[in-house]
């Protein structure tokens, strides 16, 4: 049966200062690659311990050896090379423009047929069978997502169109989850943010330019890999649990688009047959609960109400206040808490402490025990 836990967490937590200063000196050749995977796996022990001492019983290992939260993609990858990214507008607070230097991150293109070089995930889920004290996940970006490594003038003579690449990526995904289960990982997170381009339009345009393909399209292809991507991992195990994530952006504390789920609702829970859809909620700009009323029954929501970007720990009455909001539409006992998105989804992280990442996850931690025991 798929586990049951009603406090999580999306997957990055912060890297310390001198992990990211020991990855710039790797860059400049300065030091070995034993010497940083060294200073990872202690970064990794630490998350670990992080999320221990805050009551959290499902573990990753922070995504410490990653760059961004793609990279258990884009850094496994042959057939690309470097290219700049995407240059979506990335807002803070109450919606004041960040300056682009400090929320840029790397970004590859596929300039031949794409292979996996390397498998990251499977370097963390070796280790975290070794050191995680409970039941652990790996996350991972979607498939579905790939159009985002096309670029024409790069990709064409390769891949006719986008959706052919997402094709390419997806298979090798499943081979990719083929060799976690392998290895007995039973818990996948897969990260999806195509959504965003159908929940916000202007932002689709700004993303991927003004030949675009329709919100209706970008859903299409979006559920259709996703529900691939899960219905494969069941075949290979129907007792792994499997959670998808959405959020709309996460960097340096900013967020990059907006609106409710109402436009992929429908599609996106009766067609993606997870177990656990992890959604965020900590601001109005994620709209109401009205969508959930198309989860199936038995499917976990985890609701993403506590903030990863600021400090501020929620009122707890607030947060039980909204639980009981969004019971209305999912029974009490399939719905969960968790930050609305990881503390780190690039590797410089959010506006906060390691201190103050440690009570956002025991708040988490805490309200779940008070409202479900």
């Known amino acids: 049966m798929p586990a049951t836990h009603h406090a999580e967490h999306v997957g990055s937590l912060l890297r310390p200062p001198e992990l990211l200063q020991a990855r710039q000196a790797r860059e400049r050749g300065e030091m070995s690659d034993e010497e940083l995977v060294k200073l990872e796996d202690d970064a990794a022990l630490a998350a670990i311990e992080v999320q221990r001492e805050a009551g959290i019983e499902v573990f990753t290992d922070g995504e410490v050896r990653r760059a961004t939260w793609m990279a258990g993609l884009l850094e496994s990858l042959g057939g690309v090379v470097p290219v700049p990214p995407p240059s979506p507008v990335w807002y803070r607070n109450g919606g004041e423009t ?32 070794r050191h995680a004290p409970g039941q652990f996940k790996i996350t991972m970006m979607s498939s579905s997502m790939g159009n985002l490594l096309w670029r024409p ?24 989850i083929e060799g976690l289960l392998e290895r007995g990982v039973s818990w996948i997170q897969l990260d999806s943010l195509s959504y965003n381009n159908v929940i916000d339009p202007e932002f689709r345009t700004r993303l991927l330019g003004p030949a675009a393909p329709t919100g209706e399209a970008v859903l299409d292809m979006a559920v259709t890999i996703d529900a691939e991507l899960v219905r494969a991992t069941k075949r290979m195990n129907p007792d792994v649990t499997v959670g998808l994530h959405i959020c709309r952006g996460n960097n340096r504390s900013a967020w990059m688009s907006k609106g409710g789920y109402e436009p992929i609702a429908e599609r996106l829970f009766g067609e993606v047959p997870v177990d656990r859809f992890l959604l965020e909620y900590d601001t109005e ?29 929620e009122p707890q009455d607030e947060l039980r206040r909204r639980i009981d909001e969004a019971a209305a539409y999912v029974p009490l006992e399939n719905l969960a808490l968790s930050p609305q998105c990881g503390f780190a989804s690039t590797a410089r992280g959010n506006l906060l402490t390691v201190d103050e990442e440690r009570r956002k996850l025991a708040h988490v931690a805490e309200t779940a025990a008070l409202v479900w025991g």
Not at 104 to 114: E, I, L
Not at 153 to 176: G, H, N
């Open 98 to 129: 960040v300056p682009a230097e400090e929320t840029t991150f790397d970004m590859v293109a596929a300039n031949a047929k794409v292979t996996q070089k390397t498998n990251l995930t499977a370097i963390e889920a070796e280790f975290l069978a």
């Open 285 to 313: 700009r994620a709209g109401g609960f009205e969508p959930l009323r198309f989860v199936p029954d038995g499917t976990t929501v985890v609701l993403g109400l506590v903030s990863s970007k600021v400090p501020r720990l």
């Open 153 to 176: 003038e790069l990709s064409r003579e390769v891949y006719a169109t986008p959706d052919d690449l997402v094709r390419d990526l997806a298979a090798l995904r499943i081979k990719e």
